[in-house]
Nanobody
Framework: VQLQASGGGTVQAGDSLRLACALSGRISTWDATAWFRQAPGKEREFVATISGPGSGVWYRDSMRGRLTISRDKAKNTVYLQMKDLKPEDTAIYYC??????????????WGEGTQVTVSS
């Protein structure tokens, strides 16, 4: 399985951004797709995940209300819509494929990440 994250950029506080994760290869329809992020000098942390069928979603508590994760099965793409971005959201955002969880250890396949920078 290969994952390609895109959609990052530099925005101002309060703006919105939509990230995309394109999946290719031998994709299991039952595997979840998640977003994690890593800010400079910090550990990588869970942001959101969506189950394979798309019926289950799970968000980072501190970001709930500002995130929407969705799956377009026809395009094999998972989107992460983020609104009201804050400078503390600045990080590299990674998408990953694996078991439905908030633990990065349960995700077997990872993309290279896309940079999100939020200026105040």
């Amino acid at each position: 399985v290969q994952l390609q994250a895109s959609g990052g950029g530099t925005v101002q506080a309060g703006d919105s951004l939509r990230l995309a994760c394109a999946l290719s290869g031998r994709i299991s329809t039952w595997d979840a797709t998640a977003w994690f992020r890593q800010a400079p000098g910090k550990e990588r942390e869970f942001v959101a995940t969506i189950s394979g069928p798309g019926s289950g979603v799970w968000y980072r508590d501190s970001m709930r209300g500002r995130l929407t994760i969705s799956r377009d099965k026809a395009k094999n793409t998972v989107y992460l819509q983020m609104k009201d971005l804050k400078p503390e959201d600045t990080a590299i955002y990674y998408c990953a494929q694996g078991r439905y969880s908030d633990s990065e250890s349960l995700y077997d396949f990872w993309g290279e990440g896309t940079q999100v920078t939020v200026s105040s």
